[in-house]
């Protein structure tokens, strides 16, 4: 079993910045891309960011230029910095990863962390 823990949500001001944390933790598993998620209320959820492991990136148009998503393999950790926060980035933002097990590849999601953007 692979477990994904968010942590670095909270409320800021617009243009503010948060930076979100996500680990996994377990055993016999690696980890081929990650990456966030967010789901505002009466919306999908929709990709905000992803990495893989070699540290390929690709961001939702709403968020280039303001989010850097970045990854410690050795800590099994993605991280989000956002920067020039918007109202409408309002979200939980979900962590995922593709991990590789002895089964074979498998998508797992953190609970979530909330982010809210308003003065």
């Known amino acids: 079993q692979v477990q994904l823990v968010e942590s670095g949500g909270g409320l800021v001001q617009p243009g503010g910045s948060l930076r979100l944390s996500c680990a996994a933790s377990?055993?016999?598993?690696?980890?081929?891309?990650m990456g966030w998620y967010r789901q505002a209320p009466g919306k999908q959820r929709e990709l905000v960011a992803a990495?893989?492991?070699?540290?390929?990136?690709n961001y939702a148009d709403s968020v280039k230029g303001r989010f850097t998503i970045s990854r410690d393999n050795a800590k099994n950790t993605v991280y989000l910095q956002m920067n020039s926060l918007k109202p409408e980035d309002t979200a939980v933002y979900y962590c995922?990863?593709?991990?590789?097990?002895?089964?074979?590849?498998?998508?797992?999601w953190g609970q979530g962390t909330q982010v809210t953007v308003s003065s």
């Open positions: 990495i893989t492991s070699g540290g390929s990136t």
């Open positions: 995922n990863a593709d991990v590789l097990i002895r089964t074979g590849n498998y998508y797992y």
């Open positions: 377990g055993r016999s598993f690696s980890i081929n891309a």
